[in-house]
């Protein structure tokens, strides 16, 4: 039923909903710890009348977090967190039917963006959720006034707990943060398993070229890395990882993959994926190196990874080849084609990752917010972590959703595990 009394919102054709509607409903299958958490909220109203800005990838999984938000009373606003990753259905389904504000078009303009994320401010969020912590760096930066009113805030990605913690360095993180990317259920599983499923989906969208007996160069063995270049391999592809971290390279090389630095790389790889959360770690000079028809993208979360600047200047043309490939011709004659203009590939070129991680990830968010309401006099300002019980009761709730039993520790273990006289 449509919502006619929905507030503005931005979004890019409301004539979509009934299609976003679909898509959030098929997620939702997927997505069982995540709806128990919700058929909770609907009852006790964990968020009831608190302000929440939801800043996240606008995607059919964030709908039905947003759903859960509002189940346990929460009035949300939602905008996306990269230009390029709003599945519009979705968005026109979350205003028209489920009365949501939604501010979030596919393709927005920077400035657009900027204007989405003071509209989220504007609400006078108490709770926020971020991703990569666009959000949070704003009100901090431009509205010191509004910091006293915000309870907390939680973080999805791996790149905005790393902004959160120089924050925090600087003495410039002034209430509780929750790093949801650093719970088991989240990063273990989200990161390598969604985010390796996806970034390969979105490769393959964008270009239907076959992996098999291609040389993919995977830059970064983090979470992310691991999981693109597990699933790369079963693909057929012959994978090289590069880092800059030698326990992560050694687990590359264990792991059977190819490790070396990426200016050797550069010339090897047919496709390149970038999943650090550093910047620039594909420049000028490896573009250079590579071989004609080279493909280049990134996963990681913004797109300073590749340096799109030093491949416009070592470019003497530039066209447009497929939906979200842009291909470049060098000054030396070799073509490199650049995906979803260097933004993360799972998301502009596919749906970003699928329901059933996302049900984890996501029933961290809801539960963290529940945690810092409840939490709210206790918790000091600052990075906090969610309590090992949560992510075990997440675990489990998966786990029995999937319909998988596991062994209990007995009584004569717990005693073993816990004395330290018996040894040899
Ligand atoms: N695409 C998605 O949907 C998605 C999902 C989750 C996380 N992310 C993002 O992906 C990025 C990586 O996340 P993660 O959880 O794997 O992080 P991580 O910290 O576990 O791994 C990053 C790895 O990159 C390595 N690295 C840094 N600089 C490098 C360089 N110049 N060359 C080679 N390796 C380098 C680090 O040593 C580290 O091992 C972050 O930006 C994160 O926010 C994206």
Known sequence: MSNKTAPASEIKD???APEGKIRIEWAERDMPVLRLIRERFE?????????????AHVTSETANLARTL?????DCLIIASNPLSTQDDVAAALVEEYGMRVFAIKGEDIPTYHKHVNIALDHKPQLIIDDGSDLIVTLV??????????????????????????????GKLPFPAIGVNDAQTKHLFDNRYGTGQSTLDGVIRATNRLLAGRVVVVV?????????????????????????????AIEAVMDGFRVMPIDEAASEGDIFITVTGNRHVIDGQHFEKMRDGAIVCNSGHFDLELNLEALGKLAK????????????????GNRVSVLAEGRLVNLSCAEG????????SFANQALALEYLVKHKDKLSKG??????????????????SLGIKIDKLTKEMVDYLSSWTVGT
């Open 14 to 16: 409301a004539k979509l």
């Open 43 to 55: 009852k006790e109203k964990p968020l009831k009348g608190l302000r929440v800005s939801v800043c």
């Open 70 to 74: 509002q189940a346990g009373g929460a």
């Open 141 to 170: 930066k431009e509205r010191e006034g509004q910091v006293k009113e915000v309870i907390g805030s939680t973080e999805e990605t791996t790149t905005g707990i790393t902004r959160l913690q120089a924050m925090q360095r600087d």
């Open 220 to 248: 970064g063995y983090g979470w992310c890395g691991k999981g693109t270049a597990m699933r790369a391999k079963g693909m057929g592809a012959n994978v090289i990882v590069t880092e800059v971290n030698p326990i992560r």
């Open 317 to 332: 043309d530039k066209r447009s080849v497929r939906p979200f490939m842009e291909e470049f011709t060098l000054k030396n």
């Open 353 to 360: 990752h699928p329901a059933s991680v996302m049900d984890m």
């Open 383 to 400: 990075l906090n972590t969610l309590p090992e019980e949560v992510d075990q009761e997440i675990a489990a709730l998966k786990l029995k």
